[in-house]
C-alpha cells in the first residue's frame, strides 16, 4: 500500500529542486545519494498527480465555460415566424 504524502505542490518542488542540488553538487555519500534519489522520484510523482489533477480540473471548468456559452449564444426562434433570430453582435469573452 502506497503512503500518501501530505504536502503542497509548491513545498515538494522546493524539496524536489533541493535535492537536485544536493545531488548535482556530489557531495553526498552512495547510500544518501539514493536515497535522496528515491525521495526526488516520490515528489516528481506526487507533482505530477497534482498537475494531473489541476488538469482536469481545467478542462472540467473549460468544457462547462463552453457549454454554458453555446447556450447563451444559441439562436432564439421569432414568436411569429418560427425561424432562428440573431442575436445582436457582442464582444466575445476570453479567460485567458
Known sequence: MAKKIDIS??????????IAERLERGQLTLEESIKAYERGMELRGLCQGILAEAEGKIEYLSKNASGESQKKTALPKSESSGRAVSPPPAEEEELF
Do not use: R
Open 9 to 18: 505542490f509548491e513545498q515538494a518542488l522546493s524539496e524536489l529542486e533541493q
